[in-house]
């Protein structure tokens, strides 16, 4: 485009003093023309830098997830091929789920004797009763005689009867009932959620064993790609996150534009952006500036028990990161973005419209230079 500016200007040059001869062309008019058309052109560029800023990386992010499975097992299948498009829900690993069927079975039997063990608890609970009240019947029995024989004996009715030991030895007896009632009494009332102590733990046990039967299979997080499968039927998978079996892209991407921090004070949100990218060539895709992330890792410190140096202290300063400038996608078209494309774009703010198209023309002509492949081997 600035090639163009410089043919209509010389053009216009030419009218001017060498056609028509309307102005004369000496050293001053000659001085004139350079000095015009360089003050133009580097107005014209500084102007254009704000009010449509231009950036030479852009780049297209997939969300990627690194699958790990909950439980650990044997792979015995793995139900899909690798750069395929698999939509959410789509079972894309199973593990062999034979351990913890038997495991779901010896809980469900388990299960079934914690029930039954309560149930057998309401007997022993009637049982122990009727063992302290005998205890407590046989125990008043005994005090009654004892109370009878020692009254007789002050009275000199007859000699006193030894019912000491009887009461001595029924007392214990009778504590020993209690004791067991209450044992069984505090096993029936120990309830969580409705349900006995022993039934609840065996229940929350076999909703776990279910649970983990239920990961043998794991599916797709969201519509997406399984890139590099390496993993094999037989391959031993576990549940660490530091062992991922397979990492799988997702189609939802996001496109992001690095700007200098000056070139950012006139862009908002909702700003008209274009963008051309090496994979799609000749295409300009339409978008618009969806948020500016102000931030970079230079504005960051991490947490230690250093005090933080200065750059002139820890040596030459970094040069300063750029800011990324989020894009949605609103071309009609729908082009195909692939993961990882890099190339440039540009932000056209309220600012300064009519050259704007200055800058529309760039873009297409690096988007044109894009059908290229400049290489020899």
């Known amino acids: 485009m600035e090639i163009l500016i410089l043919a209509l200007y010389s053009l216009l040059v030419w009218l001017v003093?060498?056609?028509?001869?309307?102005?004369?062309?000496?050293?001053?008019?000659?001085?004139?023309?350079?000095?015009?058309?360089?003050?133009?052109?580097?107005?014209?560029?500084?102007?254009?830098?704000?009010?449509?800023?231009?950036?030479?990386?852009?780049?297209?992010?997939?969300?990627?997830?690194?699958?790990?499975?909950?439980?650990?097992?044997?792979?015995?299948?793995?139900?899909?091929?690798?750069?395929?498009?698999?939509?959410?829900?789509?079972p894309i690993l199973k593990l062999d789920?034979?351990?913890?069927?038997?495991?779901?079975?010896?809980?469900?039997?388990?299960?079934?004797?914690?029930?039954?063990?309560?149930?057998?608890?309401?007997?022993?609970?009637?049982?122990?009763?009727?063992n302290t009240q005998a205890a407590l019947a046989q125990l008043n029995l005994a005090r009654t005689r004892l109370r009878q024989s020692r009254q007789l004996s002050a009275e000199g009715a007859g000699a006193q009867k030894s019912y000491d030991a009887d009461v001595r030895r029924l007392e214990p007896a009778h504590r020993?009932?209690?004791?067991?009632?209450?044992?069984?009494?505090?096993?029936?009332?120990a309830?969580?959620?409705?349900?006995?102590?022993?039934?609840?733990?065996?229940?929350?046990?076999?909703?776990?064993?279910?649970?983990?039967?239920?990961?043998?299979?794991?599916?797709?997080?969201?519509?997406?790609?399984?890139?590099?499968?390496q993993v094999r039927a037989g391959s031993y998978a576990a549940a660490l996150p530091l062992r991922p079996v397979m990492t799988f892209v997702e189609v939802q991407q996001q496109v992001v534009a690095f700007y200098n921090q000056n070139e950012l004070t006139r862009v908002k949100r909702g700003?008209?952006?274009?963008?051309?990218?090496?994979?799609?060539?000749?295409?300009?895709?339409?978008?618009?500036?969806?948020?500016?992330?102000?931030?970079?890792g230079q504005g960051q410190f991490q947490a230690s028990g250093t005090l933080p140096n200065l750059p002139a202290e820890a040596g030459p300063a970094a040069p300063p990161q750029k800011y990324a400038v989020k894009v949605r996608i609103t071309d009609p078209e729908r082009n195909f973005l692939a993961m990882g494309a890099r190339g440039v774009g540009a932000i056209y703010t309220t600012h300064g419209r009519p050259i704007h198209l200055i800058r529309k023309v760039i873009l297409r002509v690096n988007s044109v230079t894009n059908y290229l492949i400049l290489k020899l081997h």
Do not use: C, H
Not at 176 to 189: G, I, P, S, Y
Not at 195 to 212: C, F, G, H, N
């Open 97 to 130: 789920p034979e351990p913890f069927q038997l495991r779901v079975k010896e809980l469900e039997a388990r299960l079934v004797g914690a029930q039954a063990s309560v149930a057998q608890l309401d007997q022993d609970l009637l049982a122990a009763r009727n």
């Open 271 to 296: 700003d008209e952006v274009e963008i051309a990218l090496p994979t799609l060539p000749g295409k300009v895709i339409k978008g618009e500036v969806d948020s500016i992330v102000w931030a970079t």
């Open 191 to 229: 309830v969580v959620g409705g349900e006995q102590s022993s039934v609840a733990s065996t229940r929350a046990q076999l909703e776990q064993a279910k649970w983990e039967l239920s990961q043998t299979v794991v599916y797709a997080p969201a519509d997406g790609y399984a890139i590099n499968l």
């Open 17 to 90: 003093f060498i056609k028509f001869k309307w102005l004369p062309w000496n050293i001053y008019s000659q001085v004139a023309v350079v000095v015009i058309a360089a003050a133009g052109m580097a107005g014209t560029i500084l102007v254009l830098n704000v009010v449509a800023p231009s950036s030479s990386d852009v780049r297209v992010l997939n969300y990627s997830v690194e699958v790990v499975p909950r439980v650990t097992g044997r792979v015995i299948e793995v139900p899909l091929e690798g750069n395929r498009l698999y939509r959410k829900g789509t």
């Open 176 to 189: 020993a009932a209690m004791a067991a009632e209450a044992k069984v009494q505090a096993e029936l009332d």
